[in-house]
Nanobody, 128 residues
Framework: QVQLVESGGGSVQAGGSLRVSCAASKYTSSTFCMAWFRQAPGKEREAVAA????????YYADSVKGRFTASKDSAKKALDLQMTRLKPEDTAMYYC?????????????????????WGQGTQVTVSS
């Protein structure tokens, strides 16, 4: 069974930087989309960024463009999210997610129901 294990996150002041990482274990496929979602208390889950592991095509929510950068390590089946210029509104639980095999990101990369595997989440807190 594929498992996604997140690490990183933590607390930082506004304007600071954090990195969250996700590694997929027992995933034999190399053709899938991996993404970060986040959910703040009382709010709906939202997609943050995604990468297609075949060609490295990346996707970002408008709210994080220019501040967050997603990168992949295909050999390790890992996805990192470098977050800079953090804002209090970035505070949320961040979840890693991966699609099933042979499923890309595409124009619906932000749709959570397309993702089969989910991590447990890692907390990011940005104080003002």
């Amino acid at each position: 069974q594929v498992q996604l294990v997140e690490s990183g996150g933590g607390s930082v002041q506004a304007g600071g930087s954090l990195r969250v990482s996700c590694a997929a274990s027992k995933y034999t496929s190399s053709t899938f989309c991996m993404a970060w979602f986040r959910q703040a208390p009382g709010k709906e889950r939202e997609a943050v960024a995604a990468i297609y592991f075949v060609d490295g095509a990346s996707y970002y929510a408008d709210s994080v463009k220019g501040r967050f950068t997603a990168s992949k390590d295909s050999a390790k089946k890992a996805l990192d999210l470098q977050m800079t210029r953090l804002k209090p509104e970035d505070t949320a639980m961040y979840y890693c997610a991966a699609t099933g095999p042979f499923t890309g990101c595409g124009s619906s990369w932000y749709v959570g129901s397309r993702f089969t595997y989910w991590g447990q989440g890692t907390q990011v807190t940005v104080s003002s």
